[in-house]
Structure formats: C-alpha cells, structure tokens
C-alpha cells in the first residue's frame, strides 16, 4: 500500500513533490522521513511521509548535520571579532599545543587539517557524549599526520575542538551560544541537547536494511582496526556500538555532542540555513554578505585521508555543490549526516533545503534521493 504524501508547497514548486510522492512509492513500506525548503527566507516545501503519529514536528538523529549548527556558532562568533581565523589554536586554547600542534591555526582547525581524528586507546560511547571530555583528551594526542599539510574528516571530534575555542574565547559552551544566538530565536526544531520535555518528538534511528547487493558491497570496503578511517570513527575499539545507538542514546541527546548529536526536523535544518542567508519572519540574515562567502569558499580541497576519496570543504562546512550537487550555485555550503540527512544553504539561490529520515539510508551520508529532491527544489526555486 503506497504511504500518503502530507504538506504542502507553494506555486511552482509542484515538482517537487512528485519527485518525493515517487521516492516514497518505491522505498521499503516502513519509510519515515521529512523534506523541506526556504527560498530567499520563505518556506516553499514542507512535505513528510510515515506512519501515523509522524508529522512535521518529528525529531530525529542527524548525526554530522549537527556539524553545520557547530560551524555556525563559529562563523557568528568570528564574524563578531571574538574569534580570528588565522590566530593559532594555542592564542586560545594553550594546551593544545602539545604534542606539536602550536602553530596549528583556527582556520586550519575547522577545516579538517588538525591531523586530529581521534585517540589511539578511542572514545567510549559515554566519551564521545562528552565534548569537554573529549576535548581535553585531544590536546595531549599526537597527530596522525603533520598539522596543516593534509586534511581529512574530523568525524566525531571536530564539534569538540571547536567547541573549546568557542569555551575559551566566551566562557560559553558552543552549545550555550547556539541556544541563545539560533535556535531559541528562531524557534527552529534543531537541538544541540534535547529538552526532557521533548523527548516524545523524538523518532529513534533504525538500522540500514542493505539488499544483498548493497551489503556485498559493505562487506567489500576496506577496513582494519588502525587505520586512520577506524581512527576516526572510533571503530577501533572493541565493542563498538552500532551507528544508530549514538542518536539512540539519551545522554547523547541530552549533551548535544556538537559534531554529530544533534537532533532535528528537516524545518529546523531548513530553518536554520534559511536563517543563515535570508531575512526570515523580519529578522536580518545571521551571516553578512562577507561572512557567507567566508564560509563557502573552499579550504579543503582534494584526497581527504580518512573518507579516502576527493572531498571539499569550506570553513568547516561541506561544500555542497563540490561534493554532491554540481548544479548548486559556487559557494553552497552545508552538512549531511551519516544516517541519510542533508541541510544546506545555496547564497546564489536564496535556496536552503533540510531532509530527514528515519531509516540510515545505503550506502551511508547524504541518501541518495536528496539528488533528485535538490534537483527539483533547485529547478524550482530559479
């Protein structure tokens, strides 16, 4: 029985919901997830699809999309003058200079080229609830490679080291400065610690359910317990859980790790972005004009060593024309997650765009009907 399409969009944007009413025949019966778009500040998609008790105001784990609200925070706070890009770590955060990371700069910290993935002994999965925890342990690690002359993906860590920048230069926690400057003005669903009281929104994260191809092919992956992609994603370290038990987990969801526990709706993922770019309900854009080039300029560019693939990143955000999208306007920036979410904000479009869903989608990261959503939202929104 094809599950029913609810929500709305507005003139012009019809495509788009007959390219997510297709996905949503053809996927598995059980399918749950939201999809949602802002152009130039006003809300033009807002469609979901599930089961009863599923609405626009479900809340679900959104792994490294969490990473965009971090990076945010960071964009504002240099925007302001608190933070400068090109001071070393050390101006802020002394300790971190251990282990020959002193000349190591802001810029090169956000932008994955720390050398810092992880620890040798890893994270528990309490740990890695903990960003000040897992702080602190960082600054005594050695790099796994010279600071600055190599970049790759920051997986589970990266929210954490800037996030002690962001304690240290205001006497905030980034998750504090997030509160207060995005979220609670703009009443976005899109947590960095979700409130008790919201709990019952919450949708827990169900497994990948691979055909026998697709596991074939997960099965194919090279993987061994010292690499720097183990390193990375802590999968070095015995007993490891699952990749749906981190959103699972109340304590995570309760702490808002900064790089990967967040929780959302894809209006608040949508929202924030919109909020990011555009005037939304009276209020300015969060980001100026220089500061939005800023963040979408490319930093990181080429074989990132942990995803073991070419990627681009821009200040700490992931550039989202470069990796996914190549008919985005130059400058797009944003974050997908590990369980199949994706949010970004397009400056040339006025486009932002946030996508949810329940089940991790194969073959991990962005899912891959965010191509044909994008393309349709896109479309639309020229």
Same mark, same amino acid.
């Given at each position: ?31 749950? %997830?939201?999809?949602?778009?802002? *152009?130039?500040?006003?809300?033009? *998609? ?7 008790? &599923? ?6 784990? &959104? ?5 965009? /609200?971090?990076?945010?925070? *960071? ?13 070393? &770590? ?23 080229? #720390? ?6 002994? %890893?994270?528990?999965?309490?740990? !890695? ?9 960082? /600054?005594?690690? $050695? ?8 970049? %790759? ?13 962001? $304690?240290?230069?205001? =006497? ?70 699952? !990749?749906?038990?981190? /959103? ?25 972005? /919109? ?16 500061? *939005? ?12 060593? &942990? #995803?073991? #693939? ?23 920036? =944003?974050?997908? =997650? ?26 991990? =990261? ?5 191509? %044909? ?10």
């Amino acid at each position: 029985m094809t599950q029913q399409i609810h929500g709305t969009v507005a003139d012009g944007f019809e495509e788009v919901r007959e390219e997510f009413a297709a996905f949503v025949a053809a996927e598995r019966p059980d399918y749950e %997830g939201q999809l949602c778009a802002y *152009v130039h500040g006003r809300r033009v *998609v807002d469609l979901w699809a599930g089961p009863d008790g &599923v609405s626009p105001d479900s809340l679900y784990g &959104v792994f490294s999309s969490t990473k965009g /609200a971090a990076h945010l925070v *960071v964009a504002l706070l240099v925007q302001d003058g608190t933070l400068e890009l090109d001071r070393k &770590v050390t101006y802020y955060w002394p300790e971190f200079a251990a282990e020959g990371k002193g000349a190591l700069t802001l810029r090169e910290l956000v932008t994955h080229r #720390a050398g810092l993935i992880g620890l040798d002994a %890893g994270f528990t999965e309490e740990e !890695l609830a903990d960003d000040r925890l897992i702080s602190e342990r960082l /600054a005594d690690q $050695r790099p796994f490679w010279r600071p600055g002359t190599a970049f %790759g993906y920051h997986a589970l860590v990266i929210g954490a080291l800037a996030g002690e920048v962001v $304690r240290r230069a205001t =006497g905030r926690t980034l998750q504090e400065v997030y509160e207060e400057r995005v979220r609670a003005p703009y009443g976005l669903a899109f947590h960095l610690g979700l409130p008790a009281a919201e709990e019952p929104r919450f949708r827990s994260v169900q497994p990948m359910a691979p055909t026998v191809e697709q596991q074939a092919v997960l099965d194919a992956q090279p993987t061994g317990p010292h690499t720097l992609t183990s390193i990375a994603f802590n999968t070095h370290v015995p007993g490891t859980g699952a !990749l749906e038990d981190h /959103a699972n987990s109340r304590t995570v969801r309760a702490k808002g790790p900064a790089s990967a526990g967040g929780v959302a709706s894809a209006r608040g993922l949508a929202g924030m972005y /919109a909020a990011a770019i555009s005037e939304v309900d009276g209020r300015p854009p969060l980001l100026k004009p220089d500061t *939005v080039a800023e963040v979408g300029q490319l930093h990181s560019v080429g074989y990132d060593l &942990v #995803a073991r #693939a070419h990627k681009a990143y821009g200040l700490g955000f992931q550039a989202t024309a470069e990796n996914w999208y190549p008919f985005l306007g130059a400058g797009a920036f =944003g974050h997908s =997650g590990a369980g199949g979410s994706q949010a970004f904000a397009d400056p040339r479009s006025g486009l932002a765009y946030g996508y949810t869903r329940r089940r991790c989608a194969f073959p991990g =990261g962005a899912a891959p009907e965010n191509v %044909g959503f994008v393309r349709a939202v896109h479309s639309a929104a020229l």
